[in-house]
Antibody, heavy 124, light 109 residues
């Protein structure tokens, strides 16, 4: 079974930094693109970032571009999200999500599996 | 940026059929995916590529699309269908391709 386990969330002051991690198991991690998706408690889902299987394609939502950096370590089946210059509006549950795309050019992507999330709270 | 629209809420009696819509410009040229999220849980993929159902998802759940509107249909609604449902597309022509609809809260009466 696919398992995605996020960690690294917590309370941070505005302007601070956090690094989220996601450890994957149950599938061939180096083959799949991956995503981060966030959700403000009680609100909808917001896609945050995408990274292709070999890190050759990376995309960000406009709301985080220039502040967040997605990366992966295929040798250790891990996905990361470095979050800098955090704002109050970044407060959310952050989910790691396995993409449907397995290399090459994918004209659509969807999120086959999700972790349970890690909560990030930005507050003074 | 690309926008998807969904009705905020739908109420349905047990045993009846729920139809949830998702609209967007030129949606007929995009693949639509649907997620179910129960309170306090992570989302689960229930329909992908407009009409396909992942293994383990009930046959009572189906997807369709006509023109710029995609529809998620839940037949013989049960209490366990009560959840938020989100549609999603991937807009390959932009550098921020992931887009979710605002979600529809389904209440089983």
């Amino acid at each position: 079974d696919v398992q995605l386990v996020e960690s690294g969330g917590g309370l941070v002051q505005p302007g601070g930094s956090l690094r989220l991690s996601c450890v994957a198991s149950g599938f061939t991690f180096p083959t799949y693109s991956m995503n981060w998706v966030r959700q403000v408690p009680g609100k909808g889902l917001e896609w945050v970032s995408y990274i292709s299987s070999r890190s050759t394609s990376i995309f960000y939502a406009d709301s985080v571009k220039g502040r967040f950096t997605i990366s992966r370590d295929n040798a250790n089946n891990s996905l990361f999200l470095q979050m800098n210059s955090l704002r109050v509006e970044d407060t959310a549950m952050y989910y790691c999500a396995k993409d449907s795309c397995t290399g090459g050019v994918c004209y659509t992507s969807y999120f086959e599996s999700w972790g349970q999330g890690t909560l990030v709270t930005v507050s003074s | 940026s690309y926008v998807l629209t969904q009705p905020p809420s739908v109420s349905v009696a047990p045993g009846k059929t729920a139809k949830l819509t998702c609209g967007g410009d030129n949606l007929e040229g995009k693949s639509v995916h649907w997620y179910k999220q129960k309170a306090g849980q992570a989302p689960v993929l229930v329909i992908y590529d407009d009409i396909d159902r992942p293994s383990g998802i009930s046959e009572r759940v189906s997807g369709s699309k006509s023109g710029d509107t995609a529809t998620l249909t839940i037949n013989s609604v049960q209490a366990g269908d009560e959840a938020d449902y989100f549609c999603q597309v991937w807009t390959v022509t932009t550098d921020h391709p992931g887009v979710f609809g605002p979600g529809t809260q389904v209440t089983v009466l």
